[in-house]
């Protein structure tokens, strides 16, 4: 019995001219996503998208990655039959054998975008019920909260069988939306943040910033570990880790310590949108939240904002921490991001940080870094020219 798997698209039925591009990125996404378990042929017919495994692909490993891919609403298995209800009854039965036996009640449910097929769709739910009765004499129907939901589709070349639904993970097709570069840390937020882009249709770039000797390899790999869990269902992600010491103990040593915090911060997106650039990102990504730290409060924002000249997207800013965490939990990076490795976002904190920093201030406090003795732009040069690249993918 020939096996595929049926995607339903979301976002994507909403789009006008430019819908076909739209789903020549998600055919591309879904066959790099199942390349790693062998591989699948993808077309599409009557608003559907079809994916059939080539030889040797497992098809639950297909399904489980294509679940992880924007841009599709729901997925589900079916078997192909022929397009008459001799082969299509006892077609039902032997593909969901085991849900039929495991289930107590049922109801069919048929689609019919064939509309020369000679029995309408009451008909269909009719034939297929009266003929699983027969098979399971145990099952009873139910239309209202069945056990199992049997679905027959008619299309132009075939009759589909469905198992039931999975749901996908929406969004939009990454790379559809152009290239973000995220400021990832080690924490909780920022990964987070980096999937809900993604989800948005954005390929991701990513720039950490690394402060040995007060931070480890052990936060580096951490870093690397987050976004590898990410990349599961954003694809391949460029990570740039920066040497930020010099910088960081710069600002330590000639800046008020209150502000040392909102400073550690513009200077980060100074150096991150030049490195943005450089991979052709088009803005910024951040896992700050309103409020949820001292340098998170408005006024604060306002000030590491002034830092930049291209748009710093914040997807979780009005998210709470128990929002923010459901979405880590989801996505497998939790119990990552909770690991005890210091990143360069903890050094240094100052005690009493300024929650209402004053722009004039923070710029006031700045200059001591451009003085001759302290030259924090040639710091900045020496921090881009160090950066280390890795790609990060799933297999990582």
């Not at 000639?254 to 100074?270: H, N, Q």
């Amino acid at each position: 019995m020939n096996e595929i798997i049926l995607i339903k698209n979301g976002e994507l039925a909403l789009k006008g001219l430019n819908r076909k591009s739209f789903e020549e990125t998600l055919a591309k996404n879904i066959q790099k996503a199942v390349a790693p378990f062998g591989g699948v042929k993808v077309w599409r017919s009557q608003s559907t998208m079809f994916v059939t495994p080539l030889e040797g692909t497992d098809i639950e490993d297909a399904v489980d990655a294509i679940a992880k891919v924007f841009g599709i609403a729901a997925l589900s298995r079916a078997a192909e039959a022929p397009k008459d209800m001799e082969a299509i009854l006892p077609a039902v039965c032997e593909y969901l054998s085991e849900e039929l036996q495991e289930a107590k009640s049922f109801k069919v449910n048929a689609k019919r975008a064939d509309k020369k097929f000679p029995l309408k769709s009451p008909e269909i739910c009719a034939q297929t019920g009266e003929y699983i009765l027969e098979k399971y004499p145990h099952l009873t129907v139910d239309v209202h909260e069945p056990d199992l939901v049997v679905t027959v589709e008619i299309r132009d070349t075939s009759a589909y069988i469905h198992k039931q639904p999975i749901r996908g993970a929406g969004g939009l097709p990454v790379g559809t939306g152009g290239r973000a570069c995220v400021m990832i840390s080690g924490g909780i937020d920022s990964p987070v943040a980096s999937w809900m882009m993604a989800k948005r249709g954005l390929e991701l770039s990513a720039v950490n910033f690394a402060s040995p000797p007060y931070t480890s390899r052990r936060a580096e790999d951490k870093v690397k570990d987050l976004l590898g869990k990410v990349s599961e269902w954003s694809g391949e992600i460029r990570l740039h880790i920066v040497p930020f010491t010099e910088i960081q103990e710069a600002i330590r040593d000639y800046c008020p310590e209150d502000m040392l915090t909102v400073i550690m911060r513009r200077y980060m997106i100074k150096i991150a949108q030049v490195i943005a650039r450089k991979d052709g990102a088009l803005a910024l990504v951040s896992g700050e939240s309103v409020g949820q730290v001292a340098s998170q409060t408005l006024r604060a924002l306002e000030c590491t904002d002034a830092a930049a000249d291209m748009p710093i997207l914040r997807p979780v800013i009005g998210m709470d921490k128990e929002e923010i965490v459901s979405i880590a939990r989801k996505i497998d990076t939790f119990d990552i991001s909770i690991l005890p490795f210091e990143d360069c976002c903890t050094v240094f904190t100052p005690k009493h940080p300024k929650t209402k920093p004053g722009l004039d201030k923070i710029i006031q406090a700045e200059q001591a870094l451009e003085s001759e003795e302290v030259n924090v732009a040639a710091m900045i040069e020496r921090a881009i020219n160090g950066t280390k690249l890795s790609i990060i993918t799933p297999q990582s």
